[in-house]
């Protein structure tokens, strides 16, 4: 049959089922996240759509003779970019709905703050899913699907719900509380450093010691913000001081006390500073950053 002709075949029907399964693969249960982050992304993006963005890429991959398998990520990807859009546009501060796809939109079904978070990390897992699945591969991927990881539903997005859920639960760990911290603050130092030691085509040990340092320097800078925000210092913030309290927040001064708190971040930043060891002096401003946090409190 050629282009110009009108087919008679339904030529969306057979890719329906190849579209709903690469989507309900898309999103397993993954480490990091929280199963109710995990569950409102699926039900936005899993809701029975036309799935209509999906079809194009793979249609166009027919046209320009490629195999229609191969272009799934990208699929993928674009329909996440849709849910994402479809959950924000339906939120109470833009068009304020309450059913979609036939059925309760993400707030309604869950909360407001579940419901921007999952667009926050559908818009997020698109990206990440074009930079690692995408063929061909390149360098440019794989500092893009690093960005992605470290501000999606695993780390960013997923820690901000954690943290979120945690207020009022004074029952937390410290582990629970580092849990948080390593996904909200240290996620995004250390794609930060690896992002820089992908552009100096860095060697295995020194990622995994720039690895090492960013750990230590992600948890220490939120356990001087937490002593910060304890003792009121809302200059050296940037932000209003006491608001952890207010809300019932888990914080470091609040489960170990302040002296033990001051002691920890010292104890950090020693550790970041020793991870440096192998550089010599052109890690020089790496550490005097660390004690630039340090000297916050
Ligand atoms: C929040 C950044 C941001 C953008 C919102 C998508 C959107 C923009 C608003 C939704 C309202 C709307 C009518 C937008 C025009 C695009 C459109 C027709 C979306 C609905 O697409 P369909 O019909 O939806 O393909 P299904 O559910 O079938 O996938």
Redesign the pocket.
Known sequence: MSATETPDRDALADFLPLIAAALDNALPAAEGCPPRLRSAMRYALL???????PALVMMAAEACGGAVAEAMPAAVAV?MV?????????LPA??DDAL??GRPTCHIQYDEATAILA?DALLTKAFETLAKHFQPRSEAAAAVALLATAAGDTALVGGQMDDLAAENAPDHTLSQLQAIHRRKTGALFNAALQLGALSAAATPAQRAALEAYGDALGLAFQVIDDLLDHTGAAEKLGKQAGRDVQRGKLTYPALMGEAAAREHADQLIHQAVEALGLFGSPAWRLNWLAQYVLQRI
């Open positions: 809701a029975p759509g036309k799935r209509l963005r329909e849709h849910a994402y859009s479809l959950i924000h546009d339906d833009m068009d979609r796809r667009g």
